[in-house]
């Protein structure tokens, strides 16, 4: 089975960096693409940033405007989210998510999911 565990979130101030991390735990399917999302209070879940586990690539959604990156670590099973130039609307819950389905953007395209870490961005 698959289980993600999220890390890394907490207070931060306006302009400050944040880097979060995802804990990957695969047991019934290798070659998949690890997402990252944002859900706000009221607000429908957002895609931020994804990696494809087998060679790095990714891609990025608009949210963030440019202002993070996301990397692995094969060695530790582990996804990064390296966000900087934090806004108080940055403030949200981040969630990794895993797809066999390859780079995607869309909520629906992945299939487990972390319980998420919580970040708030003060100013």
């Known amino acids: 089975q698959v289980q993600l565990v999220e890390s890394g979130g907490g207070l931060v101030q306006a302009g400050g960096s944040l880097r979060l991390s995802c804990k990957v735990s695969?047991?019934?399917?290798?070659?998949?693409?690890v997402g990252w999302f944002r859900q706000a209070p009221g607000e429908e879940r957002e895609f931020v940033a994804a990696?494809?586990?087998?060679?790095?690539?990714?891609i990025y959604g608009d949210s963030m405007k440019g202002r993070c990156t996301v990397s692995r670590d094969s060695a530790k099973n582990t996804v990064y989210l390296q966000m900087n130039s934090l806004k108080p609307e940055d403030t949200a819950v981040y969630l990794c998510?895993?797809?066999?389905?390859?780079?995607?953007?869309?909520?629906?395209?992945?299939?487990?999911w972390g319980q998420g870490t919580q970040v708030t961005v003060s100013s």
């Open positions: 695969i047991r019934i399917f290798t070659g998949y693409t």
């Open positions: 990696v494809r586990w087998s060679d790095g690539d990714t």
């Open positions: 998510a895993v797809t066999r389905y390859g780079l995607a953007t869309t909520r629906t395209s992945y299939d487990f």
